[in-house]
C-alpha cells in the first residue's frame, strides 16, 4: 500500500501528514483528512473550483447506502461530490493513479451504483491523476 494519508485545512490550506483535528496553524476544525497523496492532489483542485464558484455542495467522502428493492446490499464510498455549476449536474468521483487498476470489489461496487442511479442520470467519474 504505498498511499499516504494527508490531512488538509481548509481554511488556510496547511497539510502534513501527521493526524489532526484542528489545525496546527490557525486553530480551526475545518480539517479534511485525504487516504493518499492523489486524492489530496484533487481535493485541492476541487477546493479551488469552489473557491471560484465553479462547482457547488462539495462533499469528500460521502456515503451511498445501495439497496436493491429496499434491501442494503452495501456501501459505496466515494472520493467526492460536487454540482458542476456549468453543467448543473452532480458530479460522483473516484480518483485512481494512472496505470493502476480497481479491484474486482470496487468495481462492483460502482456498478452497482450506476445502475440504481441511472434514472437520476448519476454515475461515478473515474478520475486516473499522475502523483
Not at 466515494?78 to 448543473?88: F, M, N, Q
Request: contains cysteine.
Amino acid at each position: 500500500n504505498r498511499a499516504i494519508a494527508t490531512w488538509h485545512c481548509r481554511a488556510c490550506n496547511h497539510h502534513q501528514q501527521e493526524k489532526m483535528t484542528v489545525c496546527d496553524r490557525c486553530g480551526t476544525d475545518a480539517v479534511t483528512h485525504f487516504p493518499s497523496l492523489i486524492e489530496h492532489k484533487r481535493g485541492c483542485e476541487l477546493l479551488l473550483l469552489a473557491t471560484r464558484g465553479l462547482i457547488r455542495n462539495l462533499k469528500f467522502h460521502p456515503r451511498y447506502d445501495l439497496k436493491v428493492e429496499m434491501t442494503k446490499v452495501c456501501t459505496y464510498v466515494a472520493d467526492s461530490e460536487y454540482l458542476d455549476v456549468e453543467t448543473t449536474k452532480t458530479v460522483v468521483e473516484d480518483v485512481k493513479p494512472v496505470g493502476w487498476k480497481i479491484d474486482r470489489f470496487s468495481a462492483l461496487k460502482i456498478k452497482l451504483f450506476d445502475a440504481i442511479n441511472k434514472q437520476h442520470q448519476i454515475s461515478v467519474t473515474i478520475r486516473r491523476m499522475r502523483p
